[in-house]
């Protein structure tokens, strides 16, 4: 098998192990952190987007539809949570499944509270 | 299924496909979001008609015709590290070709949408400068939807995802995987 320039051992031996793993860097399977804290940035955007519309444009944004929109779209992004670590840990031997468990959780019980007691 | 040569070694292929659909997986939500969007503005215009084009509901809609081409630019840039993903001649693979100059057109409409507002004030849903919104992001989402096919079919091939069990989208991926979903000339 060719190998990009600088890998490899000039072709006389094909690539090693070490070379393979230079060549995938970051393994996705170890992006769990970076995408559970991507999901949580995303939700509290998500929360103040629809909060400026309800605190500051109360005339076109109701707090009810404002919260709607929140609930749906927080229903989309842990959609989207729960694909991502799926797809990074499947065929491997990590598993955080108490970490999605756990932040999914926070976050709604988080956003029922908000929708609750935010913004009336 | 047709084995398609390898040309960087299985276990890194996998890996850069795999963050290839991470990306897509966000694409996706902020797709849905937009589709939410759409409800929040039309609701807002049916009792304010043209208000400005600084309000939130626009805040979120034009912010996806930002967000979505910067993201499948960034999965135009990273798919060169995947042979199997190039278009015809080496090129941009000919679904995110679709993808981003639908995209294009949509954000070339946010220019037009505003001249014409800003003379014609009227903001009913079936003018004609929202119909290229509209086709622009149905091109891209045809085009995406090739390109996901595209990457789920290989992932499929690399042992790293299960077939479809229902046969018809198992021969669906197959016949991606020969290049013969669309054309037999264009992977």
Known sequence: MTLPRGFGTGGASGEGSADVERMIGRRVEHMGGLITLSYIAAWLATFGGTAAGYFYYPWAYPTNSGHFAFIVLTIIESIGYLFCMKVTQEGSRVSTNGLIAGTMGIIAILTVLISTFVGF | MAQMPALVPKEVEIQRLKKIWLIIIAMGSVAASVEVD??????????????????????????????????????????????????????????????????????????????????????????????????????????????????????????????????????????????KLYSRSIP
């Open chain 2, 38 to 179: 759409n409800f929040v503005d039309g609701s807002l215009h049916q009792t304010s008609i043209r208000d400005s084009a600084f309000t939130p509901a626009h805040w979120w809609l034009y912010s996806h015709f930002v967000a979505l081409p910067l993201g499948w630019g960034m999965v135009a840039i990273y798919d060169r590290r995947v042979p199997i993903l190039r278009g015809p001649n080496n090129s941009m693979n000919t679904g995110l070709k679709m993808t981003i100059l639908g995209y294009l057109a949509t954000m070339f409409t946010i220019g037009i949408n505003e001249m014409w507002h800003f003379w014609f004030v009227e903001e009913i849903f079936a003018v004609p400068n929202h119909w290229m919104f509209n086709m622009g992001v149905v091109v891209a989402f045809i085009g995406a939807l090739a390109y996901v096919v595209r990457v789920y079919a290989r992932l499929i091939e690399l042992g790293a995802e299960t077939p479809g069990e229902n046969p018809y989208i198992a021969e669906m991926y197959k016949m991606a995987l020969e290049g």
